[in-house]
């Protein structure tokens, strides 16, 4: 807790220092992704967001949209998160992300207990990648998602 506090108040005091500098994109990345790592996930919202506004289309705003919205489902903030992710499918042909975001969205669909679209979420993964690392995980909570929405056809058959 201490060592968390401490890391906290430097990020806090240094901060404006970082912000203030003329930053390239890969300098607003290392921030924010190092405001992530150490939890502050709204500060690292905030410059994943800046980064994505002054270099529109750098490599690495691809990866700070990605991360903004990781930021969200850290957070427990599933119903932002959604449109976040989706936005980033829609903007970015992210195939390295693909099969994360889909997932995702499934797990942040099953939280906020909307079945349905996590059942197509977790469907659509598999369709898209039946290969993936996260086949046996989706495979379950599709299998969840469709107990729950009395689907009892298809739970049986993704359980199997």
């Not at 990781?70 to 499918?89: N, R, S, T």
């Not at 499934?106 to 290969?131: H, I, M, Q, V, W």
């Not at 995980?137 to 729950?148: C, G, K, P, S």
């Amino acid at each position: 807790m201490g060592k968390r506090l401490i890391i906290i108040v430097f990020t806090l005091l240094l901060l404006p220092v970082f912000l203030s500098a003329e930053d390239t994109p890969q300098d607003l990345y290392k921030l924010s992704y190092n405001l992530y790592k150490n939890g502050n996930y709204g500060f690292a919202i905030e410059q994943f967001r800046k980064l994505i506004s002054l270099y529109p289309n750098s490599q690495n705003a691809r990866d700070a949209a990605f991360m903004s919205a990781e930021c969200l489902y850290k957070q427990g903030e599933y119903e932002k998160a959604i449109p976040e992710y989706k936005g980033v499918l829609d903007r970015y042909n992210i195939l390295e992300y693909r099969d994360t975001i889909l997932y995702r969205i499934g797990e942040c669909s099953f939280r906020l207990k909307t079945y349905g679209p996590a059942s197509e979420a977790f469907k659509n993964l598999l369709d898209k990648n039946p290969l993936t690392y996260l086949a046996a995980d989706a495979w379950f909570w599709y299998a969840e998602a469709n107990f729950n929405t009395a689907n009892y056809r298809d739970a049986s058959s993704a359980y199997e």
